[in-house]
C-alpha cells in the first residue's frame, strides 16, 4: 500500500491534469436512492474532493455528458426511465447534472459539457492534452493509439487524493479517436440551445411516485409551454415533448409523444423570473402541505424526494433563464418549506398562496381554501362553501 501511494504521487507530478468522467460518480456525493435534500451533504463532499485533488497535485477538469445520444444510448436510457416508473425508483435527483455542474463550477473547476458522446470527447482531451482520466468505464481503453493513464476510484486520506489504477485490457471493438478537430464542448449545460436546435424536449419520470401521481411535467405544461416561449420559439411553432406515464388501466408504462405550442401568459412568465416559489406553490402546493396525505405504500423518503422533485422540476426551468444558482434555490426551497414547525410552515405557505380562511358553520372548526381553488370555484361559477371538506360530504 505504502508502494501505491509513492507510485501516485510521483504520477501526480508529471501528470498534472486529471479529467473526470463527473456523472460516473454522482453516487460519491449523493446517497443512491437516499435523501434528494441532502444538497448541504453532497456540497461539503464536493469541496473537499477539489481540495483533495488540488492537494495532491493535480488540476482537475470535469466532463458531464449532455450530447445527443447515439440510438442504443437512446434506447437504454428509455428502458433505464421505464424502470423508474415500474419500480417508483428514482436513484439521484432530477437536475443532477444541473445540480453537480453548479458545485464543482462553484469551486473553481471548469465544467465541459459534451456535445457530441462524453467517451469520445474525454478522452480526446485527454489524449491531446496529456491528461489522467477518473472513470469507472472500461471504454476508455477501446481508442487506438491511446496513452492515457486510467484511474477507476479515488479515496481521500489527509486531506490527499489516492487513486486506484485500472488496469490496461483489449478491448473488443476498438474506434479511433477523436483528435483532428477536437469535439466541440459547452461551458454550461445548453438546455436552450438543444431545444431550440431539435425541436424537442425529453425528460425522465421526473418524480419516484410517477406510478401514483402521474409524471410531474404533465402537470406544469402550461409553464414549459412558457418556457419554450421565453428561449425564443415563436408561438406559431411546435416543440415535441416526449417523456414516460403510467397507463393505470394496462398496468403499464407509456410514453407521451406530442407536439406542444409556446404560450404568452403574464402570470406563467412571473413564475419564470420574478416568483418561482409562486409557481411551486401554485402547482404543487397539495403535495408541499400534505392536504394530499402521503400513500400507505410509499416510504417518508421516497415522499420526501417527490416533493424535491416538485420544487426541482419549476427551479430548474426558472434558473436556466435567470442564471440563478440552482443549488442556493433549492436550499431555500428546503428552508421554505421543510424547516421549523410543520403547522407554521403551513400557515406560511397558505398565506403566501392566497389562501382564505373560514370557519365551519357545522362543526365550528377552521379550514381553508386555497386561491387556486377560489379561481376554479369562480371559473365554474359556483359559490364558496362554509363548510370543511369533512362536513361537507358527511351525510
Same mark, same amino acid.
Given at each position: 500500500?505504502?508502494?501505491?501511494?509513492?507510485?501516485?504521487?510521483?504520477?501526480?507530478?508529471?501528470?498534472?491534469?486529471?479529467?473526470?468522467?463527473?456523472?460516473?460518480?454522482?453516487?460519491?456525493?449523493?446517497?443512491?436512492?437516499? &435523501?434528494? /435534500? *441532502?444538497? @448541504?451533504?453532497?456540497?461539503?463532499?464536493?469541496?473537499?474532493?477539489? !481540495? +483533495?485533488? $488540488?492537494? &495532491?497535485? /493535480? *488540476?482537475? @477538469?470535469?466532463?458531464?455528458?449532455?450530447?445527443?445520444?447515439?440510438? !442504443? +444510448?437512446? $434506447?437504454?436510457?428509455?428502458?433505464?426511465? @421505464?424502470?423508474?416508473?415500474?419500480?417508483?425508483?428514482?436513484?439521484?435527483?432530477?437536475?443532477?447534472?444541473?445540480?453537480?455542474?453548479?458545485?464543482?463550477?462553484?469551486?473553481?473547476?471548469?465544467?465541459?459539457?459534451?456535445?457530441?458522446?462524453?467517451?469520445?470527447?474525454?478522452?480526446?482531451?485527454?489524449?491531446?492534452?496529456?491528461?489522467?482520466?477518473?472513470?469507472?468505464?472500461?471504454?476508455?481503453?477501446?481508442?487506438?493509439?491511446?496513452?492515457?493513464?486510467?484511474?477507476?476510484?479515488?479515496?481521500?486520506?489527509?486531506?490527499?487524493?489516492?487513486?486506484?489504477?485500472?488496469?490496461?485490457?483489449?478491448?473488443?471493438?476498438?474506434?479511433?479517436?477523436?483528435?483532428?478537430?477536437?469535439?466541440?464542448?459547452?461551458?454550461?449545460?445548453?438546455?436552450?440551445?438543444?431545444?431550440?436546435?431539435?425541436?424537442?424536449?425529453?425528460?425522465?419520470?421526473?418524480?419516484?411516485?410517477?406510478?401514483?401521481?402521474?409524471?410531474?411535467?404533465?402537470?406544469?405544461?402550461?409553464?414549459?409551454?412558457?418556457?419554450?416561449?421565453?428561449?425564443?420559439?415563436?408561438?406559431?411553432?411546435?416543440?415535441?415533448?416526449?417523456?414516460?406515464?403510467?397507463?393505470?388501466?394496462?398496468?403499464?408504462?407509456?410514453?407521451?409523444?406530442?407536439?406542444?405550442?409556446?404560450?404568452?401568459?403574464?402570470?406563467?412568465?412571473?413564475?419564470?423570473?420574478?416568483?418561482?416559489?409562486?409557481?411551486?406553490?401554485?402547482?404543487?402546493?397539495?403535495?408541499?402541505?400534505?392536504?394530499?396525505?402521503?400513500?400507505?405504500?410509499?416510504?417518508?423518503?421516497?415522499?420526501?424526494?417527490?416533493?424535491?422533485?416538485?420544487?426541482?422540476?419549476?427551479?430548474?426551468?426558472?434558473?436556466?433563464?435567470?442564471?440563478?444558482?440552482?443549488?442556493?434555490?433549492?436550499?431555500?426551497?428546503?428552508?421554505?418549506?421543510?424547516?421549523?414547525?410543520?403547522?407554521?410552515?403551513?400557515?406560511?405557505?397558505?398565506?403566501?398562496?392566497?389562501?382564505?380562511?373560514?370557519?365551519?358553520?357545522?362543526?365550528?372548526?377552521?379550514?381553508?381554501?386555497?386561491?387556486?381553488?377560489?379561481?376554479?370555484?369562480?371559473?365554474?361559477?359556483?359559490?364558496?362553501?362554509?363548510?370543511?371538506?369533512?362536513?361537507?360530504?358527511?351525510?
Amino acid at each position: 500500500m505504502l508502494i501505491f501511494r509513492l507510485e501516485i504521487k510521483m504520477e501526480s507530478s508529471h501528470k498534472k491534469l486529471l479529467y473526470m468522467d463527473g456523472l460516473n460518480y454522482a453516487d460519491s456525493f449523493f446517497q443512491r436512492e437516499g &435523501s434528494f /435534500w *441532502k444538497i @448541504e451533504d453532497a456540497r461539503q463532499l464536493v469541496a473537499e474532493f477539489v !481540495e +483533495a485533488t $488540488r492537494n &495532491s497535485g /493535480w *488540476k482537475l @477538469e470535469v466532463f458531464i455528458d449532455a450530447g445527443i445520444q447515439s440510438d !442504443e +444510448a437512446q $434506447r437504454k436510457w428509455k428502458e433505464r426511465r @421505464e424502470d423508474d416508473v415500474r419500480t417508483g425508483s428514482l436513484g439521484m435527483p432530477v437536475g443532477l447534472q444541473f445540480i453537480l455542474s453548479s458545485l464543482y463550477i462553484e469551486n473553481g473547476i471548469k465544467v465541459h459539457h459534451s456535445k457530441v458522446d462524453n467517451d469520445d470527447t474525454l478522452a480526446a482531451y485527454a489524449q491531446a492534452h496529456g491528461a489522467a482520466i477518473l472513470s469507472r468505464d472500461k471504454d476508455f481503453f477501446r481508442y487506438r493509439q491511446m496513452t492515457y493513464t486510467v484511474y477507476k476510484e479515488f479515496d481521500i486520506h489527509n486531506g490527499k487524493l489516492l487513486l486506484t489504477k485500472r488496469d490496461f485490457f483489449l478491448h473488443d471493438s476498438p474506434r479511433a479517436l477523436m483528435l483532428d478537430p477536437l469535439p466541440e464542448t459547452y461551458k454550461s449545460l445548453p438546455t436552450i440551445d438543444r431545444i431550440s436546435l431539435t425541436r424537442q424536449c425529453q425528460r425522465g419520470a421526473s418524480s419516484p411516485l410517477t406510478k401514483v401521481f402521474g409524471n410531474i411535467q404533465t402537470k406544469i405544461m402550461p409553464l414549459k409551454r412558457q418556457f419554450f416561449f421565453e428561449i425564443g420559439i415563436p408561438i406559431d411553432q411546435t416543440i415535441r415533448v416526449y417523456y414516460p406515464e403510467w397507463d393505470k388501466k394496462k398496468k403499464q408504462v407509456i410514453w407521451v409523444d406530442e407536439l406542444v405550442t409556446p404560450c404568452d401568459d403574464p402570470v406563467q412568465k412571473s413564475f419564470l423570473y420574478d416568483n418561482p416559489f409562486g409557481g411551486i406553490d401554485y402547482y404543487f402546493w397539495e403535495y408541499i402541505t400534505d392536504m394530499i396525505p402521503k400513500p400507505e405504500s410509499c416510504s417518508k423518503n421516497n415522499w420526501m424526494n417527490h416533493k424535491f422533485c416538485c420544487c426541482a422540476t419549476i427551479l430548474e426551468l426558472s434558473c436556466i433563464l435567470t442564471g440563478n444558482s440552482f443549488v442556493d434555490m433549492l436550499l431555500q426551497a428546503k428552508d421554505k418549506y421543510f424547516v421549523g414547525d410543520k403547522q407554521s410552515r403551513k400557515d406560511n405557505i397558505m398565506k403566501a398562496a392566497g389562501a382564505l380562511k373560514k370557519n365551519c358553520d357545522r362543526c365550528g372548526k377552521n379550514f381553508e381554501i386555497s386561491e387556486k381553488e377560489r379561481r376554479k370555484l369562480q371559473e365554474m361559477k359556483v359559490k364558496e362553501s362554509n363548510r370543511c371538506q369533512k362536513c361537507l360530504f358527511s351525510k
